[in-house]
T-cell receptor, first 119, second 114 residues
Framework: GAVVSQHPSWVICKSGTSVKIECRSL??????MFWYRQFPKQSLMLMAT?????????EQGVEKDKFLINHASLTLSTLTVTSAHPEDSSFYIC???????????????FGQGTRLTVV | AQSVTQLGSHVSVSEGALVLLRCNYS??????LFWYVQYPNQGLQLLLK??????LVKGINGFEAEFKKSETSFHLTKPSAHMSDAAEYFC????????????FGKGTKLSVKP
């Protein structure tokens, strides 16, 4: 299947700093990418949906000024956690689908996830 | 609201025993259905999916699932559990929206005892 590469796999940062997470589709063009947050022993919570070349659509309760998403090309989306605080510590996962095929049943490919720890 | 329900947050089976992980969706319109597996500190890997056609779907690692419209279910099974099957399993649905977003169940942690 297609490969989605997410980097870094883990990061520790100081409170108040910003962290950028990259999500790349390696062998297909991802018109749409999804960013999820996963708390321990819980399911994935969709944070936002990004479409190449346009603004991301954020889910209710997600601060768009805190979680900046950029999807500048068909193979790269980035999530920047700005002014990180300990409560932002979590596992972040990106997902990509090529929806140009027009197939809603097309599977989503997931990155390896990024473990963010804010100290 | 559309939702996905996974019965049992934790399932424990013995090695060699049948694995049954339950998933029900809430919609009168059949969605597209997926099962994903997640190993610790990793992303999600697709096990299998149902879109159209045959209701019994076979996936990787010996898993299969059957779509039952009358029961709005998509339970995941494997005849004989292996130690390497221990992981978190997520059922997900796509109702065909333009954004193509997946709605996930809360997950079921599968433990396999020797």
């Amino acid at each position: 299947g297609a490969v989605v590469s997410q980097h870094p796999s883990w990061v520790i940062c100081k409170s108040g700093t910003s962290v950028k997470i990259e999500c790349r589709s390696l062998d297909f063009q991802a018109t749409t990418m999804f960013w999820y947050r996963q708390f321990p022993k819980q399911s994935l919570m969709l944070m936002a949906t990004s479409n190449e070349g346009s603004k991301a659509t954020y889910e209710q309760g997600v601060e768009k000024d805190k979680f900046l998403i950029n999807h500048a090309s068909l193979t790269l989306s980035t999530l920047t956690v700005t002014s990180a605080h300990p409560e932002d510590s979590s596992f972040y996962i990106c997902s990509a689908r090529d929806l140009r095929s027009g197939t809603p049943g097309a599977e989503a490919f997931f990155g390896q996830g990024t473990r963010l720890t804010v100290v | 609201a559309q939702s996905v329900t996974q019965l049992g947050s934790h399932v424990s089976v013995s090695e060699g025993a049948l694995v049954l992980l339950r998933c029900n969706y809430s919609s009168s319109v059949p969605p597209y259905l997926f099962w994903y597996v997640q190993y610790p500190n990793q992303g999600l890997q697709l096990l299998l999916k149902y879109t159209t056609g045959a209701t019994l779907v076979k996936g990787i690692n010996g898993f299969e699932a059957e779509f039952k419209k009358s029961e709005t279910s998509f339970h995941l099974t494997k005849p004989s559990a292996h130690m390497s099957d221990a992981a978190e399993y997520f059922c997900a649905v796509n109702y065909g929206g333009s954004q193509g977003n997946l709605i996930f169940g809360k997950g079921t942690k599968l433990s396999v005892k020797p």
